[in-house]
């Protein structure tokens, strides 16, 4: 049982660059969501998502996209990488409201 | 704007020894989670609490959600260096006119709890 896998565990990105951060989670959860950590600050949720086709934003939105096609898979991406954005980045799921399963992050540099 | 306030933000303990964490908020929470994050990896969840006053007890940690389920705490007996790690809390919320649509779940910045050999 896999749980919730995030690729890559690592990136370096140029600013202005563009890429996918990829989660999947095997456990047929409706809940995905997206949260950054920056050192000392918590975790803030960057979009979710209740279902196959449906997404909504959340406190950190700006910079970065989503989509849910299927149940199992939830990509973020950021389409012009930007120092701001250098981050660990989780995804998680649940089969009801509030992120119950992590993946084991992202950490993503933006140089 | 909800805010948790997670108390302290760094401990450091010798194994065998008694703590109590603390997540304070001037909000109140339709439930609270509490969570442990270990180096390079995602927060684990332990607990989520939902009603004023409510205990639970999880082997050697045991969690309280305060009587107006604004604040909880975390109190852990005989510490041992496995339970070394970041503890989140997050207090979930539901605005009145969302009608359950708006769920929100605010996390504080945690407590860095390090037990010694």
Redesign the interface.
């Known amino acids: 049982n896999a749980g919730v896998t995030q690729t890559p565990k690592f990136r370096i990105l140029k600013i202005g660059q563009s890429m996918t951060l990829q989660c999947a989670q095997d456990m047929n959860h409706n809940y995905m969501y997206w949260y950054r950590q920056d050192p000392g600050m918590g975790l803030k949720l960057i979009y979710y998502s209740v279902g196959a086709g449906i997404t909504d934003k959340g406190e950190v939105p700006n910079g970065y996209n989503v989509s849910r096609s299927t149940t199992e898979d939830f990509p973020l991406r950021l389409e012009l990488a930007a120092p701001s954005q250098t981050s660990v980045y989780f995804c998680a799921s649940s089969y009801s409201r509030g992120p119950k399963h992590f993946g084991d992050g992202t950490r993503l540099s933006i140089l | 704007t909800q805010l948790l306030e997670q108390s302290p933000q760094f401990l450091s303990i010798q194994e065998g020894e008694n703590l109590t964490v603390y997540c304070n908020s001037s909000s109140v929470f339709s439930?609270l989670?509490w969570y442990r994050q270990e180096p390079?990896?995602?927060?684990?969840?332990l607990v989520?609490v939902v009603t004023g006053g409510e205990v639970k007890k999880l082997k050697r940690l045991t969690f309280q959600f305060g009587d107006a389920r604004k604040d909880s705490s975390l109190h852990i007996t005989a510490a041992q260096p496995g339970d070394t790690g970041l503890y989140?809390c997050?207090g979930?919320s539901l605005p009145s006119n969302s009608g359950g649509s708006n769920?929100k779940?605010t996390?504080?910045?945690?407590t860095l709890l390090t037990v010694n050999p």
């Open positions: 439930s989670q390079g990896e995602g927060p684990v969840l989520t989140l997050a979930a769920y779940l996390f504080g910045k945690g």
